[in-house]
C-alpha cells in the first residue's frame, strides 16, 4: 500500500487511523524532531514480547534474536548498505564507548568533531579532553565550510573524526559529507556520522555518501517511530578494531579459543556487541519497520511529506509577520538545507514552548531555538492551526 503526498495532507490524513493509542487525529503533536508516535502495530510488537516470555521462558531468546535481526535489516534498508555489519544497543552512547575504546588513542591521541554534536558525544568528549585527549571542535557556521575546516584540522595525530549528518539544534544537513568520507579513507582517520536526525528525514544512504569505510550511529526514537532502546552502530565488514569496552554477547560467534590469553572477538555484527537487554524494545521495532515497509513510507517519499510540512509551516509564520525581536526565522537557509524540523529562534524559546503547550500544541525547544517537527500523520490544516497557535501567543508576548 503507498500513499500520495494528497492523502497524508487533507483531512483525514490517511495514516492517521493506524495511531489510534497516540490520537493523533486529535492532538497537536509537533514533538516530531524529538519524539514522533508510534503506530499502534507496536504494542501488538509488544504484545508479543510479553507472549514468547510467558510462554517459553529461557527459550524466548531465539525469537528475541530474531527480532533483532529483523530491526538490523531494517537500518541496513534505511542506508542502503550491503556489505557493512550493524551492532544494535539500548542507546547511541554504549556504542559511542564502544568505538572510542577501540581507537589508537595511545599514539593518535586526537579527535576532530564540531560545536554543533549532540549531548552523547559533546559530554563523552569534554570528560576525555579532561584526561588528556585533544578534541578540535569546528565551528558548524557557516555550515558550507564545516567539512573543509575538519580536513584542515586532522594530521598524524588525529584518530578519528565524529560528525552530524544532521544538526541537531539547527535541523541542517551537513554538505560534502562524501568528500569529508574520502579525505579520512586517505588520511587513515576513521570516520563516525551521527546520523540519528538524518534517518527517515532524509534519504542517506551509503553508496551515494561514499560511506563504505565509515561508522555509522543512529537510532530509531525519532523519524523512525521505534521508541526507545533502539539504536544501531553500522560498521565496515572488514574492520579489525579491537574494542576495549565489549560485552559478553560478543563471545557467540568466536571463532578463536577462549583460553589463548588474548581476548577474542565475535564475527560480524558480534565485534562490538554488548550484553543483556530487554528485547522488548526489538519486538516493538521490527512490528514498526514492516508497518513503513507495507505503507510505502520509505525515506524518499517521507521526505517529499517533510519537505511540504516544514515548508508550509514556513510559509504560514512568515505570512503571521510576526516582528522579529519576538521570535524569526532565518530565511538566509534555503528550505533544501533543513532536515526534518524548522527552526524558530527566539531568546524566549522556554516560554514559547510553555505557551504552546498549555493550549494544546506540543513542540521542542532547545537553547534559543524553538524546534516544530512535523510527522507524515498530521494534516496541513493542523499544522496550519498549530502555527495560527503560536500566532496568537506572539499577540500577547511580554513587552511586545
Known amino acids: 500500500m503507498k500513499y500520495t503526498l494528497q492523502q497524508l495532507s487533507q483531512q483525514p490524513n490517511a495514516l492517521a487511523d493506524y495511531y489510534r493509542e497516540f490520537n493523533v487525529a486529535g492532538r497537536l503533536l509537533l514533538t516530531g524532531h524529538s519524539h514522533q508516535a508510534w503506530p499502534d502495530v507496536a504494542f501488538d510488537g509488544m504484545k508479543q514480547a510479553w507472549h514468547d516470555a510467558a510462554t517459553l521462558v529461557d527459550d524466548k531468546w531465539g525469537p528475541a534474536f530474531e527480532k533483532a535481526e529483523a530491526v538490523r535489516k531494517g537500518y541496513a534498508s534505511i542506508i542502503e548498505d550491503t556489505d557493512g555489519h550493524i551492532t544494535l544497543a539500548p542507546n547511541t552512547h554504549d556504542l559511542v564507548l564502544r568505538f572510542l575504546s577501540a581507537l589508537p588513542l595511545k599514539n593518535k591521541p586526537k579527535i576532530v568533531t564540531t560545536d554543533g554534536e549532540f549531548h552523547t558525544v559533546r559530554r563523552q568528549l569534554a570528560r576525555l579532553e579532561e584526561e588528556g585527549i585533544g578534541v578540535v571542535r569546528v565551528a558548524t557556521n557557516p555550515i558550507q565550510q564545516v567539512v573543509e575546516k575538519i580536513i584542515d584540522a586532522i594530521d598524524d595525530k588525529t584518530s578519528a573524526v565524529i560528525v552530524s549528518a544532521v544538526f541537531y539544534e539547527t535541523g541542517l544537513i551537513l554538505p560534502e559529507l562524501a568528500a569529508l568520507a574520502e579525505a579520512c579513507n586517505r588520511k587513515g582517520v576513521y570516520l563516525l556520522v551521527d546520523a540519528y536526525h538524518a534517518l527517515n528525514a532524509i534519504p542517506f544512504t551509503i ?174 490544516n493542523q499544522l496550519k492551526y498549530s502555527m495560527g497557535v503560536l500566532t496568537d501567543i506572539a499577540d500577547y508576548f511580554p513587552g511586545s
Open 207 to 380: 553508496k551515494r555518501l561514499k560511506l563504505q569505510q565509515a561508522f555509522i550511529i543512529g537510532g530509531g526514537y525519532k523519524y523512525c517511530q521505534l521508541g526507545e532502546g533502539n539504536c544501531f552502530m553500522r560498521f565496515p565488514a572488514d574492520c579489525k578494531l579491537r574494542p576495549v569496552i565489549t560485552g559478553w554477547f560478543s563471545e557467540f560467534s568466536m571463532l578463536a579459543d577462549k583460553n589463548t590469553g588474548t581476548t577474542a572477538y565475535g564475527q560480524g555484527h558480534d565485534l562490538f556487541a554488548g550484553s543483556t537487554y530487554d528485547p522488548i524494545s526489538h519486538y516493538r521495532a521490527a512490528a514498526v519497520f514492516q508497518f513503513f515497509r507495507k505503507h510505502g513510507l520509505s525515506p524518499e517519499f517521507l521526505r517529499e511529506v517533510s519537505q511540504h510540512q516544514t515548508a508550509l509551516l514556513a510559509k504560514t509564520f512568515l505570512d503571521a509577520d510576526i516582528p522579529e525581536h519576538i521570535i524569526s526565522l532565518d530565511t538566509s537557509i534555503k528550505h533544501e538545507q533543513r532536515a526534518g524540523f524548522l527552526v524558530l529562534k527566539t531568546d524566549h524559546a522556554a516560554w514559547f514552548y510553555k505557551q504552546l503547550h498549555k493550549e494544546g500544541v506540543l513542540t521542542d525547544y532547545r537553547g534559543n531555538s524553538l524546534r516544530l517537527g512535523p510527522a507524515p500523520y498530521l494534516t496541513d
